[in-house]
């Protein structure tokens, strides 16, 4: 079970991201989920210089650019020479700010040219019984897998993202049958792309109003792979108590969770 908390923009002062820190790598070490924090771009060397944990960094974002005259741009190189295991990519805050399946692709490419495995978010922004939103997520994973090789098809890792979902409490957020269905819909769409042995391997995670209350029950028998939070990670009382939900022998192995150093 992988869980990434994306920090946003929620953490402010270096006293808390210290703190929060401390806080994922004493779960790191007591629990059987492998932790990986998405902190603020200022904050990655901060956190890197003093990690002797099992914690892995991600970044948030990533530029497509290769460097040099791109002020404000954090490059694939950067976060590579900072030890950035992992890169969020298509976010959907990131793309209401106009970014598009194109950047979404560039990025993505960018990632791995540097072995940063990059977090691809997809998910639509509402639902609708004649099932249109299905075919929009074709759309973003074709545009995602479409320019990639088999090899890096693998090295992907997806973010179900329902944008309808996130900020509702977990009585109106996705419901466990529905996330098996989502996850079932999703490996068999990936079967385009990759062999049916792929798609069962490759890892999926899920973000959407993912609560202490409800994270055991959208992890047990989902096959889901793991959660992608986001202000949850930000509270150090909540994010422990929804690691701690999800401490059960089933609901926290996973044979197919293989993380690149």
């Given at each position: 079970m992988?869980?990434?908390g994306n920090w946003?923009?929620?953490?402010?002062?270096?006293?808390?991201?210290?703190?929060?820190?401390a806080?994922?790598?004493?779960?790191?070490?007591?629990?059987?989920?492998?932790?990986?924090l998405?902190?603020?771009?200022?904050?990655?060397g901060?956190?890197?210089?003093?990690?002797?944990?099992?914690?892995?960094?991600?970044?948030?974002?990533?530029?497509v650019?290769?460097?040099?005259?791109?002020t404000?741009?954090?490059t694939?190189?950067?976060?590579?020479?900072?030890?950035?295991?992992?890169?969020i990519?298509?976010?959907?805050?990131?793309?209401?700010?106009g970014?598009?399946?194109?950047?979404?692709?560039e990025?993505?490419?960018?990632?791995l040219?540097?072995?940063?495995?990059?977090i691809?978010?997809?998910?639509?922004?509402?639902?609708?019984?004649?099932g249109?939103?299905?075919a929009?997520l074709?759309?973003?994973?074709?545009?995602?897998?479409?320019?990639?090789?088999q090899?890096?098809?693998?090295?992907?890792?997806?973010?179900?993202?329902?944008?309808?979902?996130?900020?509702?409490?977990?009585?109106n957020?996705?419901?466990?049958?529905?996330?098996?269905?989502?996850?079932?819909?999703?490996?068999k769409?990936?079967?385009?792309?990759?062999t049916?042995?792929?798609?069962?391997?490759?890892i999926?995670?899920y973000g959407?109003?993912?609560?202490p209350s409800n994270a055991?029950?959208?992890a047990?028998?989902?096959?889901?792979?793991?959660f992608l939070?986001?202000?949850?990670?930000a509270?150090a009382d909540i994010?422990?108590?929804?690691?701690k939900?999800?401490?059960?022998?089933?609901?926290?192995?996973?044979?197919?969770?293989?993380?690149r150093?």
């Amino acid at each position: 079970m992988l869980i990434v908390g994306n920090w946003k923009a929620y953490v402010e002062s270096q006293k808390k991201a210290k703190t929060l820190f401390a806080t994922a790598k004493k779960l790191a070490l007591t629990s059987r989920v492998k932790i990986a924090l998405a902190v603020p771009g200022p904050y990655i060397g901060l956190l890197s210089s003093q990690n002797r944990s099992k914690v892995l960094l991600a970044a948030q974002d990533v530029s497509v650019s290769l460097g040099g005259a791109t002020t404000g741009e954090i490059t694939a190189a950067v976060l590579k020479d900072l030890k950035v295991a992992f890169v969020i990519i298509g976010h959907s805050e990131r793309r209401a700010m106009g970014e598009t399946n194109e950047i979404v692709s560039e990025k993505i490419q960018q990632a791995l040219a540097h072995g940063i495995t990059p977090i691809v978010c997809i998910g639509e922004s509402e639902r609708d019984i004649d099932g249109t939103y299905l075919a929009f997520l074709r759309g973003q994973l074709h545009a995602i897998f479409q320019t990639l090789s088999q090899e890096q098809r693998q090295e992907i890792i997806l973010a179900y993202e329902p944008i309808w979902a996130i900020g509702k409490n977990a009585a109106n957020a996705l419901s466990p049958t529905d996330l098996t269905e989502m996850i079932l819909y999703i490996r068999k769409m990936l079967v385009e792309y990759v062999t049916e042995m792929g798609a069962e391997k490759s890892i999926i995670l899920y973000g959407g109003s993912v609560e202490p209350s409800n994270a055991s029950a959208l992890a047990k028998d989902t096959g889901v792979d793991g959660f992608l939070l986001g202000h949850a990670s930000a509270d150090a009382d909540i994010f422990t108590a929804l690691v701690k939900a999800l401490l059960i022998p089933k609901v926290a192995s996973s044979a197919r969770l293989k993380i690149r150093p």
